[in-house]
């Protein structure tokens, strides 16, 4: 059965894709988070269709967890994106002093989106299958120098923005990751350990998707993103450079590292996506 709360995602998005062309107000200054809730919604649907179990369904208190936490982890790239500079905004003049408030909404689609579009990949089997034939000791002092190349990625782009700006999207990563499996919380290198490999291609297969969507619905909007990527900034597709599609793949294990570890602060209990 399809979730009637899929028909009204659906709606929303086809009501903000028209509006692109039409810009009628408000809806056309809030088209973020309205498209994206009515991404959510369809994906949400499709997943309890093919496994019966979701998070709006099933786990929604789960989300809203992940709505909460995605506008902190947000703000904290905001707070990286100050030394590098690698986007900025533009269009926010009828937000007046609501600026925050719609970054803060917009932001809570992020982490809801990523897990989402994972789980409608795993509904797929596409790669459950997936091992590494030759499974690797994990060692402490290999997890250790994991979490001082992070501290690094973390630092550099402070010092030396224009050089070392994609390291933003490793940073946390690589600091959080060893973390997670040093405390037995879900982490891709858990995964890798054991060979493996369905949750770490489907989170990296969702990064790409969304950054698709994210970079196509951003084109069209009056509130939008623009980009200033040093040496690389040539070949655009939508406002993104295609080089930076690159990026898409490593933030989402970020977000997939971030999210487990906030998580363990407050919480232990596994769900379907950490499995």
């Known amino acids: 059965m399809f ?11 086809v009501l903000v894709e028209l509006n692109f062309f039409f810009k009628l107000q408000p809806f056309a200054n ?25 998070l709006i369904s099933n786990r929604f208190s789960q989300l809203i967890g ?12 905001e707070f990286l994106n100050v030394s590098v500079s690698n986007w900025s905004y533009m269009g926010l003049e009828g937000h007046g002093n609501f600026r925050n408030l719609f970054g803060s909404i917009s932001f809570a689609t992020v982490l809801p989106a990523l897990f989402e579009t994972a789980e409608l990949i795993r509904s797929f089997n596409i790669f459950e299958k997936k091992m590494l034939h030759k499974k690797y000791k994990i060692t402490k002092s290999f997890l250790y120098v994991l979490i001082g190349v992070g501290v690094a990625c973390f630092i550099l782009p402070f010092i030396f923005p224009v050089y070392t700006f994609p390291l ?6 690589f600091i959080l990751d060893p973390i997670n499996y040093l405390h037995k919380q879900p982490s891709v290198i858990q995964h890798l350990r054991d060979g493996k490999l369905a949750i770490p291609l489907s989170l990296l297969f969702a990064g790409i998707i969304l950054g698709f969507f994210w970079e196509f619905w951003n084109y069209w909007a009056i509130p939008k993103w623009t980009y ?13 450079p295609i080089l930076g599609y690159l990026g898409y793949f490593p933030f989402a294990l970020e977000l997939y590292a971030m999210y487990w570890f906030m998580r363990s602060l407050f919480i232990h209990k596994e769900y379907l996506l950490a499995k």
């Open 168 to 173: 933003v999207w490793l940073s946390l990563f």
């Open 66 to 77: 992940m709505a909460i936490l995605s506008m902190i982890f947000w703000w904290i790239f």
């Open 3 to 13: 979730k009637k709360y899929g028909i009204i995602g659906i709606v929303l998005i």
């Open 228 to 240: 200033n990527v040093p040496f690389v900034g040539f070949f655009k597709i939508f406002e993104m």
């Open 30 to 54: 809030w088209y973020f988070p309205l498209v994206w809730l009515g991404y959510i919604l369809v994906i949400d649907a499709l997943v309890y269709k093919l496994r019966k179990n979701s």
